[in-house]
């Protein structure tokens, strides 16, 4: 996240490319001498700060991995140790006992989330197809937040997500996408006026298969500042090589991306 904890972090234009955005976001401010690359910070304490004392408060190498994400999905980012643990930190946003609609398609570890969840009487979860538009919008009245993921892992189906979110917010329903599979250089929900983007940095924003990292972009100060209180209170943080090797593997996410398209 984006604040004073760190030092300045390369400036960003917002005219810029995304794929310019995934090269330079992160990088330290030009300082003659200074590294080109957030070096991996690994420390459990801090010289004391109003923010920075101990390793659950922050550090720079979340903080850099963050800023990138910030400007790639216009949101307030915070990381965390994986997919799963983001996840559970989102579900904390819904009112005891509320109503949480989930893809049947939905990835099977937040699945196994929801049912412990609904089985310890915390949620009630009720299963939609988020490829239906009409059905889904039909399944918001009552409902306290809907999850969508799209695309869908492993069945790759696609929600339509700004008509679900605008019916969404006429009902004041928070709405959460789970965006991994199509990463913020091929949807921005939080532009469609998502509440809150759940990011598996672990799959292609790592790129390489040798992490485990999870983010949530929120849309709100407030739902940023519950992401980064929740984080400390349960010590769900990643490590500083990850998120170093997280911001790494992001760099190169264009080319991946272009090389998955289908050829003509």
């Not at 010289?47 to 216009?74: F, I, M, P």
């Not at 869908?152 to 599979?181: M, Y």
């Not at 929900?189 to 940095?201: E, H, R, T």
């Amino acid at each position: 996240m984006s604040n004073n904890k760190y030092p300045e972090f390369v400036p960003i234009e917002p005219n810029w490319n995304p794929n310019t955005i995934t090269v330079q976001a992160g990088r330290p401010a030009r300082v003659a001498g200074a590294p080109m690359n957030t070096p991996i910070t690994l420390s459990s304490t801090y010289v004391h700060t109003t923010d920075l004392g101990y390793g659950r408060d922050g550090n720079q190498s979340w903080g850099a991995l963050e800023e990138a994400l910030d400007k790639l999905e216009g949101g307030i980012a915070t990381t965390f140790s994986s997919g799963l643990a983001a996840a559970t930190a989102i579900t904390d946003l819904i009112v005891p006992g509320g109503t949480l609609l989930v893809p049947t398609g939905a990835y099977y570890g937040v699945k196994n989330i929801f049912a412990r969840l609904e089985m310890h009487k915390r949620l009630i979860v009720r299963l939609i197809d988020v490829g239906n538009t009409d059905d889904t919008i039909a399944a918001l009245k009552g409902a306290d937040a809907v999850w969508m993921e799209s695309v869908t892992n492993p069945t790759l189906v696609v929600a339509d997500i700004a008509a679900i979110v605008n019916e969404a917010k006429k009902l004041n329903i928070l709405a959460i996408v789970d965006s991994t599979f199509a990463t913020p250089l091929r949807q921005r929900p939080l532009d469609f006026g998502a509440d809150i983007v759940l990011q598996s940095v672990t799959k292609f924003l790592g790129g390489h298969s040798d992490l485990l990292l999870g983010a949530v972009i929120c849309k709100s100060n407030a739902h940023a500042e519950f992401m980064v209180k929740h984080r400390q209170d349960f010590g769900a943080i990643p490590g500083g090589l990850d998120a170093f090797l997280a911001l790494r593997g992001l760099e190169p996410l264009p080319c991946v991306l272009i090389a998955l398209k289908p050829m003509p």
